[in-house]
């Protein structure tokens, strides 16, 4: 980066620390039934929901000069640099009136994790871990019927892999922070969200 581009990104650093936002991270292998949750913590506890990859998706679309690489490492389940994911997940939370955020699916890697805090110095109020066997996993995704590049057998072996190898590793480190909610995330949906429920009201009780 340029001297030019690390000065706008200061600058964004600065509103962001300014905005005093609030942030809870919703980890869980891939198909654990994170985004759907979100869905539906956003009508209930008004977060915002910012998918790390849907905001990864959105850029590969728009044209921008990353999207071959991102569209690679997607298609390949590998981890996009976390300049590239922090970068975005940035310029939502500023360009957002909400000041309560969902992050879904970051942090995925130790690297995903260590630079969010340096960067952005924004530390999570607490981290949602949706746990749920592979084989259920790998129904759910096979089914999911999204279009997506990465919901083929191939590459959903390699995301397992990379999410035992890189993701759950992260999801160890807040849990020696005492942040994580660990839920079960195999059961149907409204149980699992009474679960999730539980865990924001009382969030939001002693948060008045
Ligand atoms: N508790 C659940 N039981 C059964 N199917 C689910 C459940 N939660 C989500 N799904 C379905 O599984 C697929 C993956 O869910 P999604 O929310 O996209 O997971 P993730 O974001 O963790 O990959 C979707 O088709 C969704 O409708
Ligand atoms: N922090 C992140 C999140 C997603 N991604 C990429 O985006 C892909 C899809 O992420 P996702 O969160 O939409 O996938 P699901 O867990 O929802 O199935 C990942 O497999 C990675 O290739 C990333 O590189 N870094
Ligand atoms: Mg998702």
New binding site residues.
């Given amino acids: 980066m340029g001297a030019i581009d690390d000065g706008a990104v200061k600058g964004m650093n600065e509103r962001l620390a300014e905005k005093k936002v609030k942030v809870v991270f919703v980890l869980?292998?891939?198909?654990?039934g994170?985004?759907t949750q979100c869905t539906k913590i956003v009508e209930h506890f008004g977060f915002t929901h910012l998918?790390?990859?849907?905001l990864?998706?959105a850029e590969i679309k728009s044209g921008s000069e990353n999207g071959t690489m991102i569209q690679t490492?997607?298609k390949?389940?590998?981890?996009?640099p976390s300049e590239v994911?922090i970068n975005l997940l940035q310029k939502a939370m500023l360009e957002s009136e909400n000041d309560k955020f969902l992050i879904?699916?970051?942090?995925?890697n130790e690297e995903?994790r260590a630079a969010f805090e340096n960067v952005t110095g924004i530390v999570p109020e607490f981290v949602l871990f949706f746990d749920c066997a592979e084989k259920e996993m790998e129904k759910r995704?096979l089914n999911r019927n999204e279009g997506r590049v990465?919901d083929n057998i191939g590459t959903i072996r390699k995301?397992f892999k990379?999410f035992v190898e890189s993701s759950l590793p992260v999801i160890e480190y807040y849990n020696s922070k005492g942040k994580v909610h660990k839920i079960d995330a195999a059961k149907p949906v409204e149980e699992v969200f009474e679960t999730v429920k539980t865990i924001f009201s009382s969030f939001n009780k002693k948060d008045e």
């Fill in positions: 869980g292998g891939p198909g654990s994170k985004g998918s790390a990859g849907d990864l998706r490492m997607i390949d389940g590998k981890i996009v994911t879904d699916g970051f942090p995925r995903n995704l990465d995301r990379v």
